[in-house]
C-alpha cells in the first residue's frame, strides 16, 4: 500500500505562485496513478488534477486549466502540483490520492482509499 504526504502549502498574494509535493512511500507508485483534491472551508472535495502512471496523460478541472500544473518524479516517488496565478478562492487543503486507475481518480473519487494528510494553501487579495 501506498502512503503520501503532502508539503509545500502556505500563504500567498492574490498572482502568486506555489508548488505543493506529494512524496510517497512504496515501491509501486509507479503504478499508481495520482491526483490532486482539495476541499475548501464549509465546501465539498473537489477535483483538481490527475496525471497517469506514466505521466503521458493529464487532466484538470476546469477552474485551474491553465494555471495549475501537474507533474511526476517517478524515480523520487513524487508528484507535484505547480499552481500559477493563484486566486482567493484558490483557498483549500489539498490532498494528493493514488489508484491504479486515472478513471477512478478523475470521477470515482469517493472510492479512493489512499489519501495524504493534506497541506494548507491560503491565497490573500
Known amino acids: 500500500q501506498v502512503q503520501l504526504v503532502e508539503s509545500g502549502g502556505g500563504l500567498v498574494q492574490a498572482g502568486g505562485s506555489l508548488r505543493l509535493s506529494c512524496a510517497a512511500s512504496?515501491?509501486?507508485?509507479?503504478?499508481?496513478?495520482m491526483g490532486w483534491f482539495r476541499q475548501a472551508p464549509g465546501k465539498e472535495r473537489e477535483f483538481v488534477a490527475a496525471?497517469?502512471?506514466?505521466?503521458?496523460?493529464?487532466d484538470y478541472a476546469d477552474s485551474v486549466k491553465g494555471r495549475f500544473t501537474i507533474s511526476r518524479d517517478n524515480a523520487k516517488n513524487t508528484v507535484y502540483l505547480q499552481m500559477n496565478s493563484l486566486k482567493p478562492e484558490d483557498t483549500a487543503v489539498y490532498y494528493c490520492?493514488?489508484?491504479?486507475?486515472?478513471?477512478?481518480?478523475?470521477?470515482?473519487?469517493?472510492?479512493?482509499?489512499?489519501w495524504g494528510q493534506g497541506t494548507l494553501v491560503t491565497v490573500s487579495s
Open positions: 512504496g515501491r509501486t507508485f509507479s503504478s499508481y496513478a
Open positions: 490520492a493514488a489508484d491504479p486507475s486515472l478513471h477512478t481518480i478523475r470521477v470515482e473519487s469517493r472510492s479512493l482509499e489512499v
Open positions: 496525471i497517469s502512471w506514466a505521466g503521458g496523460r493529464t
